[in-house]
C-alpha cells in the first residue's frame, strides 16, 4: 500500500459516502414508496423547509 496520509482516505470515503446517500435518497425510486425516492416522504428535511 503506498504511504498516503490516512486522513486522505477518511476524506475521500466520506466524500463518497456523501454522494452515495444524496443519490439513494433524492434520485433513487423505491418500490415500497411507489417508485418515489425516500426524500419525497421526509417532513421538513434540512434545507428543505416549505
Same mark, same amino acid.
Given at each position: 500500500m503506498p504511504d498516503i *496520509? #490516512? =486522513?486522505v482516505l477518511d476524506t475521500e470515503r466520506t466524500q463518497a459516502l456523501t454522494g452515495f446517500l444524496h443519490t439513494y435518497n &433524492? &434520485? /433513487? $425510486? &423505491?418500490?415500497? #414508496? =411507489? =417508485?418515489? *425516492? *425516500?426524500? $419525497? /416522504?421526509v417532513?421538513?428535511? *434540512? =434545507?428543505q423547509y416549505t
Open positions: *496520509p #490516512l =486522513g &433524492h &434520485h /433513487r $425510486s &423505491h418500490t415500497a #414508496l =411507489g =417508485g418515489k *425516492p *425516500p426524500i $419525497s /416522504r417532513n421538513n428535511a *434540512p =434545507g
